[in-house]
Structure formats: C-alpha cells, structure tokens
C-alpha cells in the first residue's frame, strides 16, 4: 500500500453503504491511487465508472491496476 491510499477494506464498506445496483454511474473526481474504483469494479454492479485524476503517476498506476485486474478474472 502507498502513502495516503485508501485500505480495499474500506473502499469495500463505502461501497456496500452505497447500496450498488446494475444501474449506476460511478463518479470518483479525486481518484488517486483508485482503490474506490477499482474495488467497486471488481466486486459491485454498476454501469460506468468515471476516475478522476490530475496527477499522470497516479492516472499510469491506476491504469496499470486496472490492466491486472482485468487479467486476475479471465
């Protein structure tokens, strides 16, 4: 984990709390290292999912992440 990234664990309870359905549109403005994201994509519904992100190491990194996940389910 990096300095100042959110705990999946976490991520997963703010997710939950949002009552997830098949129908939702995701917007995270301030994405970082985009635990928020990429947790609501591997284990929740939703439609589309819009991360936001002005530092391009962290957009590279969460790119990256997404990459693997995508992987990890094949």
């Given amino acids: 984990r ?8 976490i991520a997963h ?15 995270d403005p301030f994405a970082g290292h985009g635990t928020l994201p990429l947790e609501r994509a591997q284990s929740f519904p939703f439609l589309k999912i819009i991360a936001i992100e ?5 957009v590279s990194s969460l790119k990256q992440k997404r990459r693997q996940s995508r992987m990890l389910k094949k």
Avoid: A, Q
């Avoid at 990096?2 to 664990?9: Q, V």
């Avoid at 002005?54 to 962290?58: A, G, I, M, Q, V």
């Fill in 2 to 9: 990096n300095k100042g990234e959110l705990r999946s664990e």
């Fill in 13 to 27: 309870i703010m997710s939950v709390l949002s009552e997830p359905t098949p129908k939702d549109i995701v917007l």
């Fill in 54 to 58: 002005k530092d391009e190491s962290l």
